[in-house]
T-cell receptor, first 113, second 109 residues
Framework: DAGVIQSPRHEVTEMGQEVTLRCKPI?????LFWYRQTMMRGLELLIY????????DSGMPEDRFSAKMPNASFSTLKIQPSEPRDSAVYFC???????????FGPGTRLTVT | KNEVEQSPQNLTAQEGEFITINCSYS?????LHWLQQHPGGGIVSLFM???GKKKHGRLIATINIQEKHSSLHITASHPRDSAVYIC???????????FGKGTKLSVKP
């Protein structure tokens, strides 16, 4: 398996623009997680899905952030409108079960100017 | 107060030294992960454990559930071990991870 795939790897955008991050989990994994990493706050869970259903979105910063998982092999994290404070590395991870180890994608480095 | 605390925050060692990174947690967890993050790179899961000890090559992870403490040991450290090591606990019944701030390890040749 190719592992968790994220795209794009780097994104530079201007404040106010819409940003869409994409993730393809490992086939057969029922859990998908979106994380954000910044120097100030470290790694934070934003939202996670079980069998394509959002389970816990309490980490989503505000209404500007939304995530979807239309099928078992694809998820998106959208920021609209983007702000400079959204600049971070966004990781997607998947796992077979909630207590199993998680496999992380390479991350998307987002810069909002 | 962070629910998962790591120490030390930064660690510099000479090649060949035995290294220990500690992780303490104040919440009930069902399992604990040790993750490795190389500079500019992604995150790799090293261990997931809920009791006892696990070993993989030169890496050893231990956990004491009663004392709410886990350690990651690296034997015969090497410059390629230089990375940030993060411990994370599975919190509650939902499966989400609670992360420590990480320990930045630098191994000098």
């Amino acid at each position: 398996d190719a592992g968790v795939i994220q795209s794009p790897r780097h994104e530079v955008t201007e404040m106010g623009q819409e940003v869409t991050l994409r993730c393809k989990p490992i086939s057969g994994h029922d859990y998908l997680f979106w994380y954000r990493q910044t120097m100030m706050r470290g790694l934070e869970l934003l939202i996670y899905f079980n069998n394509n259903v959002p389970i816990d979105d309490s980490g989503m910063p505000e209404d500007r952030f939304s995530a979807k998982m239309p099928n078992a092999s694809f998820s998106t994290l959208k920021i609209q409108p983007s702000e400079p404070r959204d600049s971070a590395v966004y990781f997607c991870a998947s796992s077979r079960d909630r207590t199993y180890e998680q496999y992380f994608g390479p991350g998307t480095r987002l810069t909002v100017t | 107060k962070n629910e998962v605390e790591q120490s030390p925050q930064n660690l510099t060692a000479q090649e060949g030294e035995f290294i220990t990174i500690n992780c303490s947690y104040s919440v009930g967890i069902s399992a604990l992960h040790w993750l490795q993050q190389h500079p500019g790179g992604g995150i790799v899961s090293l261990f997931m454990l809920s009791s006892g000890k696990k070993k993989h090559g030169r890496l050893i992870a231990t956990i004491n559930i009663q004392e709410k403490h886990s350690s990651l040991h690296i034997t015969a450290s090497h410059p390629r071990d230089s990375a940030v090591y993060i411990c994370a606990g599975h919190g509650g019944s939902q499966g989400n991870l609670i992360f420590g701030k990480g320990t930045k390890l630098s191994v000098k040749p």
